[in-house]
């Protein structure tokens, strides 16, 4: 059997961010409709959501707070336990992860349980075990009542979608990096790598040098000084809405090539060509050379002003923060413009020299970040290296020949440069590797330009763009070989799912 394409649903599961969308498009494939944070919410008061028999929920389920009902709790500034049921690389707790998927489906999307006809494509973590695949197969069938549905590993729909086969996925997250290697549509687990370090790192370690920028403390401590903890978080909010915006590149020594100073308009004013004629001309003449110096002087002036600014790499962020208010147990917005440097562009420089993080000291506000500190961690480059030194030498080659960078930090300029150069050293001179099975280059991969709705934000959307691909020929597919009916779940159970897992 087959389905419409219109019907499909495509949800993929991050350790911090589930997208989903329903329906793939005859030529386009369309950018997720859906995006939520993958955690849940507990009121601290044990208040439930749409508590009680008429609900149609079980009693633990209907307390969770999901999506657009947790933001709103968090912003109303309601107490509440966070939960994260993917954090892990897992799933920590089964009743989570079904109150998250449950929103989705039928919240956000809007589908309803009694009409069995949308088949699944599910997109998860990598090294699940097969009793999670199962555990999952029942609770779309049992809980959600689905049409069909297929489970496939987040890295290689990431690699699907930059249209390889063979390659390895860096895929930067929030805390940690994953890397995974992957040989003809396979991926190769023992060369699976989890790096303890990602986009959170590199904020903290950003703050860290802010804090010796005394232009930039003296703005934030003004008109009230900042306590310590409440500094260290808003310039962590900072720093995130600085690269966020863009404004951050990988500097020059790592491939950065920086952008032209626009040619200069002196913006000349033909004086002459509107004085009055008569015995004032001299006066006027004369009055009109001095504002045309004038002019000629302060255009000078904001011109060399700019060619400083561009030398010196100089920014202006509109930066607002919550702050002490003037009176004493008050709080206050405060809108600053804050002028940043070139220290900037380190942001990214723990990702290749996590020993730099030693030189952060724990506060109150970080103090989790501690796993960091005196730990023996590898840069992105180096296990990069090491997962890929566990394929066999003979296939080596395919796997330099297909990296491809993915995650959040994606908006920062030049940073697949910046790890292609941190790489050459291995490719070229690697003493291990016997001569004729030595990989002589490195291939970086990009989402094609063809897919019109990922132009900006291809890299990120990886994993739901190459759901959206696998999707169209999994579910059109009448041999239905590739994914688990209803008929199937009915006759065999949750070990069906058995039978299409790679």
């Known amino acids: 059997m087959s389905f419409r394409e219109s019907s499909v649903v495509v949800i993929e599961s991050g350790r ?4 989903a969308g329903r329906g793939l498009g005859d030529f386009l494939v369309p950018a997720p409709s859906v995006e939520i944070r993958a955690c849940v919410g507990l009121r601290k008061n044990g208040m439930q959501v749409d508590a009680g028999p008429s609900s149609g929920l079980p009693l633990k389920l209907s307390r969770y707070l999901v999506g657009a009902a947790l933001d709103d709790a968090e912003q109303a500034g309601e107490e509440l336990d966070i939960f994260w049921p993917f954090k892990a690389g897992g799933i920590q707790d089964w009743a989570q992860a079904e109150a998250i998927w449950r929103y989705i489906l039928f919240t956000a999307l809007q589908l309803r349980r009694s009409q069995n006809e949308f088949p699944v494509i599910l997109s998860i973590l990598p090294n699940m075990s097969r009793g999670t695949h199962e555990m999952i197969t029942q609770l779309f069938f049992e809980r959600f009542n689905v049409a ?9 729909l990431q690699l699907y979608a930059a249209n390889n086969l063979s390659g390895i996925v860096v895929d930067i997250g929030r805390d940690v990096t994953d890397i ?25 370690y950003l703050a860290h040098l802010l804090k010796s920028n005394t232009s930039v403390i003296t703005q934030l401590n003004t008109p009230v000084q900042l306590s310590p903890e409440l500094l260290n978080k808003t310039l962590v909010k ?9 404004l951050i590149h990988v500097p020059f020594s790592e491939g950065f090539t920086p952008a032209q100073a626009p040619p200069e308009d002196d913006g000349g004013m033909n004086i002459a060509a509107v004085l009055v004629a008569g015995k ?16 000629q002087e302060k255009r000078a002036a904001a011109s060399a002003a700019e060619k400083e600014r561009v030398a010196l790499d100089l920014v202006d962020v509109e930066f607002t923060f919550s702050a002490q208010g003037t009176l004493a147990g008050t709080t206050e917005e405060r809108k600053v413009t804050i002028t940043l440097g070139r220290e900037r562009h380190q942001f990214c420089e723990p990702l290749f020299d996590p020993a730099l993080l030693s030189r952060i000291t724990p506060t109150p506000a970080n103090k989790a970040y501690g796993k960091q500190l005196g730990g023996n961690i590898m840069g992105l480059q180096e296990a990069v290296r090491a997962a890929t030194a566990t394929v066999d030498s003979t296939q080596r080659f395919l796997v330099w020949d297909g990296i491809f960078l993915t995650g959040d930090m994606l908006s920062v300029k030049n940073l697949e440069a910046a790890l292609h150069y941190r790489l050459s050293p291995y490719v070229i001179r690697d003493p291990e590797t016997a001569l004729h099975v030595q990989p002589t280059a490195i291939r970086m991969l990009k989402i094609p330009d063809y897919f019109a709705e990922y132009r900006e934000r291809g890299d990120v959307l990886a994993a739901f763009l190459g759901a959206c691909i696998v999707a169209k020929l999994t579910f059109t597919d009448s041999s239905g070989k590739n994914f688990v009916s209803k008929a199937d779940y009915a006759e065999k159970g949750p070990t069906a799912i058995r039978e299409i897992i790679l």
């Open 180 to 204: 995974t290697p992957i040989i003809d549509c396979e991926i190769h687990r023992s060369g699976v790598r989890t790096v303890a370090i990602g986009v959170e790192d590199c904020e903290l």
């Open 16 to 19: 911090y961010t589930v997208r």
């Open 148 to 156: 069909a549905l297929s489970i496939f590993e987040r890295p290689l």
């Open 280 to 295: 004032e001309k001299a006066v006027i003449e004369a009055a009109g050379q001095r504002k045309k110096t004038a002019a």
């Open 238 to 246: 900072l720093v995130r809405q600085v690269w966020r915006d863009g």
